[in-house]
């Protein structure tokens, strides 16, 4: 069995810093690196519906955006597989067997569930959908027997649950599915971005993001507003970088080479945060800085958007020939997965012949 990458987004909005750092850019690498046998890269419109089954004009106007937003950062359709996640009906039959092997309980204790119930104002009208999109996410990651999912930390009790259905599908059955692992940012601030209110993590539904596809202008405009420290009034006064929206963003893109660039009166990002902790530095010194590294980060990003964006066409054939290897793959694993449960009747020469032997008359 190879090494096997799966990872994937909702289209429900372009992609923005917090998809960047959280697994977009490790993406990036791995894709790169060439230590997978595979890598499968989703558009999770499925799962993108099952909170907005109202307007699914939302998620097809996103699929494009999506697609450029990973080809622009470097996302490379012969090196990786990107595909959109309605397309592989597999997908669906998958998941409903799975249902049959986990409980409501179970995925009611599932704490990234409850998080998203919440953060949604559900409540008790929580759509079936949604309530089951561990389930399906599960679906997702088994049928392309995935090795390696890279995810931030809030998606760990998610491949819990993966790990588990797995497990009590190869009992019950047969030793088919793989379970997965996940791979976490290697930067442990990246593993959960705030937003540039400083508060949740970055969201579109919240309004907090920079985005991927963002100008310039648009960047300097979020980050001139982001949240520092509310105790840092004065130029002299103490400042605090722990909590400090600027400080957690800098821990998460800066390198020394941008201070030698940009700020060459700090080595590192160390010294800076020494001299605003003590006193005597501003915050909007501490903002353009930010500003430039952002930008010197997204210019080679905007710069590929715009060529791909030439020729939307082409991004259509993309998505439909990484579709169709998706599928193949799918259909070889339901094969699998029906042989092991006893439901391919047409392909079972044996049951046929038994029956057969069976009503016989002598």
């Known amino acids: 069995m190879g090494k096997i990458i799966l990872t994937g987004d909702r289209p429900t909005g372009k992609l923005h810093l917090g998809h960047y750092v959280g697994s977009l850019r490790r993406r990036v690498q791995l894709q790169n690196e060439g230590n997978y046998d595979r890598m499968f890269v989703f558009m999770a419109d499925v799962q993108a519906l099952t909170d907005n089954a109202d307007n699914p004009e939302k998620i097809r106007q996103n699929i494009v955006e999506v697609a450029l937003d990973y080809l622009s950062a470097g996302l490379d359709p012969e090196k990786c597989v990107l595909f959109i996640q309605s397309q592989i009906p597999e997908l669906a039959e998958l998941t409903t067997y799975l249902m049959n092997l986990i409980t409501v309980s179970r995925v009611q204790r599932n704490p990234t569930v409850k998080t998203e119930i919440k953060m949604r104002n559900f409540e008790a009208n929580i759509p079936l959908g949604f309530f089951c999109y561990p389930v399906s996410q599960a679906a997702d990651i088994t049928l392309f027997k995935a090795t390696t999912v890279p995810a931030g930390e809030d998606q760990e009790p998610m491949l819990e649950v993966t790990r588990e259905l797995v497990r009590r599908f190869n009992q ?15 930067n442990a601030t990246a593993r959960r971005l705030p937003g540039t209110d400083g508060k949740e993590k970055m969201s579109k539904s919240l309004g907090n993001c920079i985005y991927l596809s963002d100008s310039a202008d648009d960047v300097w405009q979020k980050v001139r507003s982001m949240y520092t420290d509310p105790t840092h009034v004065n130029l002299n006064d103490p400042g605090h970088v722990e909590g400090n929206a600027v400080f957690t963003y800098l821990d998460a893109f800066s390198t020394d080479d941008d201070f030698a660039e940009f700020l060459p009166e700090y080595q590192n990002l160390e010294e800076l945060k020494a001299h605003y902790t003590r006193g005597g530095l501003g915050d909007m010194k501490c903002k ?22 030439k020729d939307i066409p082409e991004i259509f054939n993309i998505l439909r020939k990484g579709t169709d290897e998706a599928r193949a793959v799918a259909a070889q694993t339901m094969d699998e997965v029906r042989a092991a449960m006893r439901i391919n009747y047409f392909d079972d020469a044996e049951l046929i012949r038994q029956q057969a032997e069976k009503f016989r008359k002598d």
């Open 288 to 309: 353009k800085f930010l500003n430039q590294v952002i930008n010197k980060m997204l210019d080679p990003i905007r710069q590929r958007r715009a060529e791909y964006e």
């Open 172 to 186: 019950t059955y047969a030793p088919v599915l793989v379970e997965p692992n996940i791979m976490l940012p290697e």
